[in-house]
């Protein structure tokens, strides 16, 4: 198993690239279902989700060619409409195929999630959403098995904001008969990339990056070619990890835009922000200020990017409170923070961190993708040696964390049981 081995201490100083996002390529991927003609995928990043999906998608005969960052997919005949535990148990967002294969099959069977680290995670708003559309969905032996001879345009009212949730309903309703309005859709950049893609291939959809997103039905869709956006979170994390070190780092290839909140928050911790067109440059001004937030979804904090700034604020001076709105157990990095002298005190779903002067290199472990990156941070500013055990977390989600790490000047190198590689 990797581990991520770090020495604390160095400001990070550099330019480096942001790649593909990973909750982009995603729901993008599974898009390639809705047609029997190529989809044509460029900046799609190398992360251990895309290729679990690639893998679930090959499965079911659709044919997948990847070079680099550019992947080719060919859904000319699906053979076998279905996603397993085994798959859906490592990456949640296989559930992402139902919506595309029901609205192109007329059938799929899809793994039940079951509750993750962060949460219980439930799937209640996309198979209400599906059943509105006139989906018959039934639970057998923990899969999800959906049948629709042709779904129906519907008014869909969520509850609660959904980003799969959003996205499913969406590729759903592009082949359905009719009108689809989704009222309380996310607003994440994510969605609105996945609505590009989809344009892309015939689909009418208008309203995306609103609350209210309307679809018009189509009866068929095409090939096309789409390039992923940038990945915000990557680029959120490699900024605080700037900030957390006393750093000067600028990110190339991002659209500050998609931002806001968090280059907010980065200011209010003393760190000033210069943008170019597709660049962000951030400098810190001296002391780092800690910052109290709370998550919400878009364009408000993400939830995505809270462990960071927890791991920024663990050595700010004074106290900040941090909220998590959106999932009930995302502090799991507190426990690992805590063994490497931070202070931090958690009352349901609020943690309370008092400042403290450092941190000290331990041996940590990783438990889910972003507390991971949490864990890496504080590794950057603490004194000594810290390991970060169980990286395959993060490889889900970061792209060469390390080498843009290392990039930039951290001292950090992945040790793998077939021996050390990585930069120093
Ligand atoms: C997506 C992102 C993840 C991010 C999260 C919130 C992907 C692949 N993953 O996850 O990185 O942390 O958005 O920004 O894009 N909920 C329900 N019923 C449902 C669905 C969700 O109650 O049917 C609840 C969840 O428990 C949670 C909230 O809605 O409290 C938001 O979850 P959701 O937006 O669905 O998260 P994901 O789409 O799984």
Redesign the pocket.
């Known amino acids: 198993m990797d581990q991520f081995v770090i020495t604390g201490g160095r400001p990070l100083q550099g330019v480096v690239q942001v790649s593909g996002a ?2 982009a390529a ?2 993008i991927l599974c898009a390639s279902l809705l047609s029997s003609e190529p989809l044509h995928l460029l900046n799609v990043p190398h992360l251990r ?1 895309v290729q679990t999906l690639l893998k679930i998608l090959s499965g079911m005969g659709v044919q997948c060619d990847q070079t680099g960052n550019e992947v080719m997919l060919r859904a000319e005949r699906i053979e076998s409409p279905t996603a397993s535990y085994d798959w859906v148990k490592t990456m ?2 296989s559930i ?1 195929v139902l919506g595309p294969l029901l609205a192109r099959c007329g059938y799929a069977k899809v793994s039940l999630p079951g509750g993750c680290a ?11 959403g599906l059943e509105a559309m006139g989906a018959v969905i039934e639970i057998v032996h923990g899969d999800m098995v959906a049948r629709a001879d042709r779904l129906n345009g519907a008014h869909i009212f969520m509850d ?8 499913n309903l969406m590729m759903a309703a592009v082949l359905a008969e009719g009108t689809t309005i989704l009222e309380n859709a ?1 607003r ?1 950049p ?1 969605v609105v990339d996945l609505a590009r893609c989809l344009r892309a291939m015939g689909a009418q959809i208008s309203g995306d990056g609103t609350d209210l997103i309307t679809i018009q039905g189509v009866s068929v869709l095409r090939g096309a070619k789409h390039t992923i956006m940038a990945d915000r ?1 990557e680029a959120g994390t490699l900024l605080v990890a700037g900030a957390a070190t006393r750093g000067d780092i600028t990110l190339q290839g991002i659209d500050a835009g998609v931002l806001e909140s968090v280059l907010d928050k980065l200011m209010e911790a003393n760190a000033r922000i210069d943008l170019a067109p597709q660049q962000i440059r951030l400098t810190m001004l001296g002391e780092n200020h800690g910052v109290s937030l709370r998550t919400s ?2 364009p408000a904090f ?3 990017m809270q462990a960071q700034f927890m791991a920024m604020n663990a050595v700010a001076r004074g106290t900040t409170v941090v909220t998590e709105t ?3 157990n995302r502090f799991m990095h507190v426990q690992e923070l805590r063994r490497m002298g931070a202070n931090i005190e958690v009352e349901g779903n609020v943690a309370i961190i008092r400042g403290v002067s450092r941190l000290e290199g331990a041996t940590v472990m990783a438990t889910d ?2 507390a991971s990156a949490g864990l890496v941070i504080a590794g950057l500013i603490a004194e000594g040696e810290t390991v970060v055990d169980r990286i395959y977390h993060l490889d889900r ?1 970061y792209e060469q964390m390390e080498v843009k790490l290392a990039a930039l000047g951290a001292n950090v190198f992945r040790r793998s049981r077939k021996g050390d590689h990585g930069t120093v």
């Open positions: 990973k909750n995603l729901p989700d949640r967002a992402l962060i949460g219980e995670r439930p799937v209640d708003l996309h198979i209400k609660t904001v959904t980003v799969t949730g959003t996205e996310a994440e994510e979170i979804p878009y993400p939830t995505d959106i999932f009930e993708l972003r989600g």
